[in-house]
């Protein structure tokens, strides 16, 4: 009794057709049909009623056929789990990660995962977050944590939120609105600003509610990094609108300042392509980060 036969004895019943089943089974139909006699051979029974309009099993067929998915569904799990522990030894994760991580801690993050699978590669891509979207729907990366707001960029991927927080104002430790508070965009209009490259999602976020207030944002350094922007601000270059996060970590000594009316959100999410059939590797880190910032 072969594995290869109780596939189309299941695919037969199934489908109570000889040529669906065959079609289903990706063989001939007469191929098909020569196997299933060898079972009935083998094991000395009539196990399908043929007729010129249907197919249908007899008593005997239908207790095989039970048996036989319950030996199909085994096999399938068993190679299942082989095919993770394998992916898991040796895999390669590729990751997208945008330049404004915000609060997403993702060196812990990777650090636990290496941790557990010391064999799985992990390669990191730094880039805008519209780019990394381009290049999931590309397959170029597996997964990439990303700051996405306009469906456009959205289109053909799936997203799992991780975690937001507010755009703030990061000013100079001198300048004339540094004593307060709070800040409107309105306040920013005759300021420089130190932004990210365009088409940047907090670069589009800034100039989008500026020109709703009536202006244009005035770029006057572009940068990459958020430590830079954080450091031309320092210097009294400019003002930038950051993370809070990022706004409040360690390095130059700036002031931060809410921001208001509008208020601002900075969504960092786990994204992938729709549909895509995650390798064992991509799967293990995809639940680890879910798991890591599951509310």
């Known amino acids: 009794m072969e594995l290869?036969?109780?596939?189309?004895?299941?695919?037969?019943?199934?489908?109570?057709?000889f040529t669906r089943a065959a079609a289903r089974s990706r063989v001939a139909q007469p191929a098909l049909s020569q196997q299933i006699r060898k079972l009935e051979q083998e094991v000395g029974v009539p196990l399908v009623e043929r007729t010129t309009r249907r197919v249908?099993?007899?008593?005997?067929?239908?207790?095989?056929?039970?048996?036989?998915?319950?030996?199909?569904?085994?096999?399938?799990?068993?190679?299942?789990?082989?095919?993770?522990?394998?992916?898991?030894?040796?895999?390669?994760v590729t990751i997208g990660l945008t330049q404004t991580p915000g609060p997403l801690d993702l060196v812990r993050l990777l650090g636990d995962y290496h941790a557990r699978f010391p064999g799985v590669e992990l390669v990191v891509r730094e880039d805008l977050s519209t780019t990394l979207a381009g290049e999931l729907r590309d397959d170029v990366l597996d997964l990439a944590f990303l700051s996405l707001v306009d469906e456009a960029d959205r289109r053909g991927l799936e997203l799992h939120e991780l975690a937001e927080e507010p755009l703030v104002v990061v000013l100079p430790e001198a300048h004339r609105l540094a004593g307060r508070s709070r800040v409107t965009i309105g306040d920013l209009r005759d300021e420089e600003l130190v932004a990210f490259s365009e088409g940047a999602t907090i670069r589009e976020a800034v100039r989008r509610v500026a020109r709703g207030a009536g202006f244009e944002p005035r770029i006057a350094f572009e940068t990459r990094e958020v430590a830079r922007a954080r450091t031309i601000v320092a210097a009294g270059l400019g003002v930038a609108v950051l993370p809070r996060s990022d706004a409040q970590a360690p390095g130059p000594p700036v002031r931060v300042v809410s921001l208001h009316a509008p208020t601002l959100t900075h969504r960092i999410s786990l994204c992938w392509r729709h549909g895509k059939r995650h390798a064992p590797a991509v799967r293990a880190l995809l639940e680890q980060t879910r798991s890591a910032y599951a509310g």
């Open 56 to 92: 249908r099993l007899t008593d005997a067929g239908t207790q095989l056929v039970a048996h036989a998915r319950r030996v199909l569904a085994e096999l399938d799990d068993a190679r299942a789990e082989l095919e993770r522990l394998t992916g898991l030894v040796g895999g390669r």
């Open 4 to 17: 290869r036969q109780l596939r189309y004895l299941v695919a037969l019943a199934d489908e109570q057709h």
